[in-house]
């Protein structure tokens, strides 16, 4: 007997009906979340010492922004302070708004400094991300006091696809402090004119307190409750190094980074690197009758580095917040890349029912090497050794150089001539043994770079692969480096030169970040697709390398349907 067509039409009625329900209920819980950021002079006292910085609505670190998965932000940023500004929402994917992505002179013109009444509103969605991320100024070194929490939650009913349900939450942001007479632009412009390093910070701190008194001042404090269960959201916010954490006799459970669930890792020490963030379960389980320390140290991976710093808070359990014994946890040695790289390699991608998986087929495949190197003094760099030239950075032997009359997507959507080329190469311009410290340094044609602003041109929704190589020119270090726009799938990471390794991809469980850190003397391999139109640069988070020039940027063309095409600028569109 032949089927009912009307009970099969039934069905599909009903299931289209839920479908809209669905979406429809997804509309509902949906919310717009406004704020306002007045950035401004604030006075301080840290080490001793009162000083002048750059901070947001009076606060250091500044305002903890919260929202939920689909929720719109609009965040209107008034620059009262004397420099220029913007504000970078730290992997937020800017789907369909990449005016509000905030690099200077990539996404946007600065916001004018105080007197000029200047204000602009960020405007963009969270939908599909959910996790720790974070904002930060992206002009200068201005991130080194500007900067907060960006928490983005399930939406409401929906579960966290982990276990135990943490009680409650702790944010942790990881900076660092200079106790400087000038500020921190002109700790920057001063490594400008003598084509040198910028001169290191002093301290660490944890949620802006370095937690060096043994007093107790200066210094965070985290309650907790005998038995339950915390989940820790960590930022590294500090400008220049990568970070060990650990919190004295306890252990965690990673379940996120950059906001991408990964399989429960248990672990007792975190490895963090600048831009990156860790979302981790602590069980409030140990000895009663004690406090315990909370400890960031430097992890450097430079070979010789001696700078080290670490800063503290103090954990407190409600039964013991008098207690005299203090336990103090046992931190790697400040060089310790062996474990450094063990945590970052041993992460993989939580698998979930219609997540995104790794895409199979690659359209393009590059191979990027990036490093120090030596670049010829600029004529306003009047303190720069001539003779010796500039310390600069690169990456495929481009050291990128920022426009000055207009930001490159706003050249790009209006495809105005001059400000950059779409050239950047798929491979370095010389193959060569990039990790043998002895033969590259001594070949000066290989430690010299210059400037340049040339981007990378994709098409719409094409597959990129790129091998990321470090190279010891000028010496190795552990980079990590941040992509905006997108997360992408680490599908191997190792040391020495990828070309002489073949080391097997994971395609199948990969962790998704949007900042990764690069082995010292090292290689990683990312891919991701390019379905988000956009000029999306790609950069170190060591702050001192972008502005040797560190950087390239990919220019992601529109898609053939209007819901894949970038709308025009708002209306406060900064000018230049």
Not at 208 to 233: C, D, F, I, Q, W
Not at 397 to 412: H, I, K, R
Not at 477 to 489: A, C, K, Q, R, V
Request: hydrophobic fraction near 40%.
């Amino acid at each position: 007997m032949a089927p009912s067509l009307g009970s099969g039409s039934t069905r599909i009625l009903l299931i289209v009906s839920l479908l809209l329900c669905l979406r429809q209920q997804a509309v509902v819980d949906a919310a717009i979340v406004e704020h306002t950021f007045h950035v401004g002079n604030l006075t301080v006292e840290r080490l001793g010492q009162r000083q002048v910085i750059t901070a947001v609505n009076g606060q250091f670190p500044g305002p903890k922004v919260e929202a939920r998965n689909g929720d719109t932000l609009l965040v209107r940023v008034v620059n009262n302070s004397p420099y220029n500004i913007t504000i970078h929402w730290h992997g937020v994917l800017q789907r369909l708004s990449a005016w509000a992505d905030g690099p200077a002179m990539v996404t946007q013109c600065p916001i004018l400094p105080a007197g000029s009444g200047a204000s602009y509103t960020y405007r963009f969605n969270v939908t599909g991300q959910e996790g720790t991320l974070w904002w930060h100024a992206h002009v200068s070194f201005l991130r080194a006091t500007v900067y907060g929490a960006l928490l983005i939650r399930p939406r409401p009913g929906v579960p966290y696809p982990f276990g135990p349900a943490p009680h409650a939450e702790h944010t942790l942001l990881l900076g660092e402090w200079w106790n400087a007479s000038a500020t921190l632009v002109d700790v920057e412009r001063q490594a400008f004119l003598t084509g040198g390093q910028p001169a290191n910070s002093v301290a660490l701190t944890i949620n802006g307190m370095p937690g060096l008194s043994h007093a107790h001042k200066e210094m965070h404090h985290l309650r907790v409750a005998r038995g339950n269960t915390y989940l820790l959201r960590l930022v590294n916010a500090a400008l220049n190094y990568q970070l060990f954490f650990k919190v004295a006799a306890h252990n965690f459970t990673v379940v996120a980074v950059d906001a991408c669930y990964t399989d429960p890792y248990h672990t007792d020490v975190i490895v963090i690197a600048p831009g990156q963030t860790v979302d981790a379960l602590m069980h409030a389980g140990a000895a009663p009758g004690r406090r315990y320390y909370v400890a960031a140290q430097v992890y450097q991976s430079i070979a010789n580095a001696t700078y080290s710093a670490t800063a503290r808070a103090l954990l407190l359990y409600d039964d013991a917040e008098d207690a005299k014994i203090i336990m103090s946890p046992r931190m790697p040695a400040l060089n310790d890349s062996a474990t450094a790289q063990r945590f970052y390699g041993s992460l993989t991608g939580l698998l979930r029912d219609g997540k995104p998986t790794v895409p199979q087929r690659v359209d393009t495949r590059m191979v990027v090497t990036y490093g120090l190197a030596i670049a010829p003094c600029l004529p306003a760099q009047t303190l720069c050794n001539r003779t010796r030239g500039s310390l600069a950075a690169s990456m495929n032997n481009v050291s990128f150089q920022l426009p000055a009359t207009m930001s490159l997507l706003e050249a790009s959507r209006s495809r105005s001539g001059g400000v950059y080329t779409r050239d950047f190469p798929d491979r370095p311009p010389v193959m060569f043994d990039f990790t043998n410290a002895a033969a590259v340094n001594r070949n000066m044609s290989l430690m010299v770079t210059s400037k340049g602003t040339r981007v990378k041109a994709l098409r719409y929704n094409e597959t990129v692969e790129v091998v990321l190589q470090n190279t010891a020119v000028l010496g190795t270090e552990n980079h990590p480096l941040h992509l905006h726009g997108f997360n992408f799938y680490v599908l191997a990471q190792g040391t020495g030169n990828y070309y002489q390794i073949h080391k097997k991809k994971n395609l199948v469980n990969p962790q998704q970040r949007n900042t990764i850190a690069v082995p010292a003397g090292g290689w990683a391999v990312i891919r991701f697709t390019a379905d988000n139109p956009g000029v999306w640069l790609m950069h170190c988070h060591l702050e001192a390398h972008l502005p040797f020039g560190l950087a390239m940027a990919f220019d992601v063309q529109d898609g053939p349907t209007p819901d894949a095409m970038l709308p025009p600028p708002p209306n406060d569109y900064p000018p230049c």
